[in-house]
């Protein structure tokens, strides 16, 4: 939330002083740069609306809850950055070349470039500082984390902050090269460039980020880490004697849905059976404190296709 949050400061600030350099200047880098951070801005928001609604409770006509409004949400600022962000950037970049004009008043371009950086590094460090506090309560590396939680938001904030400092490298650069004469004759098209390769960062970031969101929309199993804990928890039972079929799906970041086919010792009464689910369930909550829903089936020692495969 606070990371969210941030961005969303950072990048309204941002946006207001991008607009103005690009009318100031008439620079297509600029102009790319300023809808860049409205589509950023605008995804802060849509991360806020998936952090307020996931946590409503089950209902009717949704027995699983509404974990994940957090996937959705993620995705819609993904297609947003795509939409807007890139579209527009590729757009205005082809305009430049097609009818070039160099731009004017670089001196507001440096100024609101170098704030912009400024405050950009302020929200990816503090993206960053957040992340990685987590790693630690999960016994992760950053790198381990980022590439194994389920959590799209803190990603989508990282990963916008980085093509928004990229994105201002590439605007700096353009409006360097202008204002230097590098190639001469060449003045009014670097800055066309500028504004289709800021075009092209966002539409990687934005693929990378609906890949990623749309595994997690369809439903994706927990990691190897919870998975292991969570086999583990069940074998360790003194009752059980085999783990025919285990299946789990993310409900939201740190909601899992387990489902699993046991086989149990013959001996069992009904009630030795019923006593020994409820000490698994507690079992694997306290493996994996992520598991929010278990469903607990007895099986035959015949595998099932799943396990097979």
Avoid: C
């Avoid at 966002?202 to 880490?225: M, Q």
């Amino acid at each position: 939330m606070l990371a969210v949050v941030g961005a969303l400061v950072a990048n309204g600030i941002i946006t207001a002083l991008k607009f103005l350099a690009a009318v100031m200047t008439g620079s297509a880098g600029m102009m790319a740069e300023a809808f860049h951070s409205l589509a950023d801005t605008t995804n802060q928001i849509f991360l806020l609306l998936g952090l307020r609604f996931f946590r409503r409770p089950p209902s009717e006509r949704h027995h699983f809850g509404y974990g994940k409004e957090r996937f959705f949400w993620s995705f819609i600022a993904a297609v947003f950055i795509f939409g807007v962000g890139a579209t527009y950037a590729i757009y205005e970049g082809f305009q430049k070349l097609r009818h070039p004009h160099a731009p004017e008043n670089l001196a507001w371009a440096y100024w609101i470039l170098g704030i912009s950086f400024v405050l950009e590094a302020g929200s990816i460090g503090l993206a960053l500082y957040q992340e990685t506090q987590e790693a630690k309560h999960e016994g992760l590396s950053l790198r381990e984390y980022l590439r194994e939680s389920k959590d799209p938001t803190a990603k989508t904030v990282i990963f916008e902050d980085s093509a928004a400092l990229i994105g201002i490298v590439i605007a700096f650069a353009g409006i360097y090269l202008t204002d230097h004469h590098v190639i001469p004759g060449f003045e009014a098209y670097w800055d066309g460039l500028a504004s289709i390769l800021i075009g092209v960062v966002l539409a990687i970031v934005a693929f990378v980020l609906a890949k990623s969101t749309r595994g997690l929309l369809l439903g994706e199993a927990a990691t190897p880490k919870s998975l292991h804990a969570i086999r583990g928890a069940i074998k360790e039972h003194p009752n059980v004697n085999r783990v025919v079929e285990l299946l789990t799906m993310h409900l939201a970041p740190k909601q899992i849905l387990v489902n699993a086919h046991v086989n149990m010792k013959d001996s069992l009464t009904n009630t030795e059976i019923i006593d020994t689910i409820a000490e698994i369930e507690e079992r694997i909550k306290a493996a994996e404190p992520k598991v929010d829903m278990i469903f607990l089936e007895t099986a035959g020692l015949k595998p099932t296709k799943a396990e097979k495969t």
